[in-house]
């Protein structure tokens, strides 16, 4: 059975329905519907939007010279320049698989410290996410559009860009930093190591560039998931992953369906069991992603350490009652914190095109195999290369390259590659996060440094400060301003010592 993490956040329910077989439902980095109501919600609750939108005219193919590569297509940015002047430094977020204005809201991070470096903010859309679709709406089509979607287009793109941004702002000599969370991390670091001219360090949050190949076991993410829920009760442990042969017993039956149905208060009468399997995976996926320490709206609104409060639930329950009604009631915490929703969408819509950008990237280069051991919560389930390209060769006509990622931008033997090579990287992780199993967590030199946090979750540090923030939050970023200042005196002292050469 093919398990393949889809995205760092996007699509963990889609690539389920449309990539694999029932029993594997795979992470992404986030549920489409959720993202798309949250967009909504982000928008409609009126904190006056702190950034302008330009698009900027971008070359579609960065490596070859065909005559189509010269096409342009309209990519999306957002800048904030109340703090800044000229020569000061520019805060570049390496946009990843979603709207750019979600990702700019949910990094408060960096208008937060905007003031005290007096720098330029520069949220830049990732091509084909959001409205940066070079091909417009056919813009998923078929791999002959698609082709153009990959991390090192990404890049160049981020790259020119800036170029052009610093050259019509008349400051060349700023310093640039690049700021990204999870595949946007990935992003940032690179950016680091493949543009060190261009930008000259990169606080890469929660970017499991260590997901590729066979660098960590392939169990990493699950078994994660799986410790956050034990570490609060082994009961609660044990109820979820107890839930799921329970679920599995109901028959498939119109009967049997209609009370499971009544049971999980869906808006409409369930098909299988294996979206309310899907629903239930994703509650406890996500829940222990954003483990935050306190109350936030990042994917759905939740109480400060959800997963905490969600093993309450379970613990609480008469003895007697089944482990699946356990666990109904404790991805209920996910799905209605809020006490808004009336029923459960829970089969969601397959979208009809089935194509989406990031189940596209995970068919080509973000190949992260998954699997889930016996130790882990949820049904163990090996990783079969074979069923998976075959899937994206169905899908999409392509074949992955799953050694693509590793071989473009290295991975194996971190530690000893960039203590020789590569500077001014922070990777920063929270251990309640499943990624941080793909980050690195150790310190690597001088100048690449890794800050863990025990209880810290999905980039936790980008969210904006609040009076609640955990003493280990706020020394976080305290750090993370620290370090990038030291980055930036540095440059800064480089080029005084360059223009007195000049002169002498
Ligand atoms: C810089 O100015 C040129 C010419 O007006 C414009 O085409 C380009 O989009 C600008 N660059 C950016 C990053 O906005
Ligand atoms: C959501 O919570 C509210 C308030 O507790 C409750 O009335 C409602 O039934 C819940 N919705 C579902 C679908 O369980
Ligand atoms: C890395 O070094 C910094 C100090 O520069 C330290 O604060 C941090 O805890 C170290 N990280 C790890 C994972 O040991």
Request: hydrophobic share 40%; net charge neutral.
């Amino acid at each position: 059975m093919a398990t393949c993490l889809s995205l760092l956040f996007l699509f963990l329910i889609t690539s389920s329905v449309t990539l694999t077989t029932p029993a594997n439902s795979l992470p992404a980095f986030f549920p489409r519907a959720t993202y798309q109501s949250l967009i909504k919600q982000a928008k409609s609750p009126k904190p006056k939007f702190p950034f302008k939108t330009h698009y900027f005219p971008q070359t579609l193919d960065h490596f070859t010279f065909q005559p189509k590569s010269s096409k342009i297509f309209y990519q999306k940015y957002l800048i904030n320049s109340q703090y800044w002047h000229k020569g000061a430094p520019i805060f570049l977020y390496t946009g990843n698989e979603g709207d750019i204005e979600w990702f700019a809201a949910n990094t408060g991070f960096m208008l937060d410290i905007a003031p005290k470096f007096k720098a330029l903010l520069v949220f830049i859309e990732h091509r084909f996410y959001g409205e940066s679709m070079p091909f417009g709406k056919d813009s998923y089509q078929s791999a002959k559009t698609l082709g153009y979607l990959n991390s090192q287009q990404a890049l160049a793109d981020f790259a020119v860009l800036i170029r052009s941004l610093k050259q019509n702002l008349s400051s060349e000599a700023s310093a640039v930093v690049a700021f990204g969370g999870s595949y946007g991390g990935m992003l940032a670091a690179w950016f680091r190591l493949k543009y060190p001219h261009i930008a000259v360090g990169a606080l890469a949050s929660s970017a499991p560039i260590l997901q590729f190949d066979k660098i960590i076991p392939w169990s990493s993410f699950y078994d994660a998931v799986s410790q956050d829920f034990k570490d609060v009760s082994r009961n609660c442990y044990e109820v979820i992953k107890g839930s799921w042969a329970e679920l599995e017993a109901i028959s498939t039956q119109k009967e049997a369906l209609t009370e499971l149905s009544k049971a999980f208060r869906t808006c409409k009468s369930l098909h299988s069991t294996t979206s309310a399997r899907d629903w239930l995976w994703a509650a406890f996926v996500y829940t222990a992603m954003v483990n935050y320490p306190t109350e936030a709206n990042f994917m759905k609104p939740l109480p400060a350490y959800p997963v905490q409060q969600m093993c309450k639930i379970i613990d609480k329950f008469p003895s007697g009652a089944t482990k699946l009604s356990c666990a109904f009631a404790a991805a209920s915490l996910y799905y209605n914190y809020s006490q808004a929703e009336n029923c459960f969408e829970i089969e969601q819509e397959v979208d009809p095109h089935g194509l989406h950008g990031w189940d596209w990237q995970t068919c080509t280069e973000m190949v992260m195999p998954m699997t889930r051991s016996k130790e882990s919560m949820f049904p163990p389930s090996g990783f079969d290369y074979e069923e998976f390209a075959e899937q994206c060769q169905m899908k999409y006509g392509v074949l992955p390259r799953p050694h693509w990622i590793t071989t473009e931008f290295g991975g194996q033997r971190i530690e000893k590659v960039l203590k020789r090579f590569g500077s001014n990287i922070i990777f920063s992780n929270g251990m309640q996060d499943p990624w941080s199993r793909g980050g690195v967590l150790k310190n690597i030199s001088a100048s690449i440094i890794a800050l863990v946090t025990e209880k810290g979750a999905h980039h936790v540090d980008f969210r904006s400060a609040t009076k609640e923030d955990p003493d280990w939050l706020t020394e976080l970023r305290r750090q993370e301003v620290e370090i990038i200042q030291k980055w930036l005196n540095e440059y800064h002292a480089d080029l005084r010592h360059a223009s007195t050469e000049v002169l002498v």
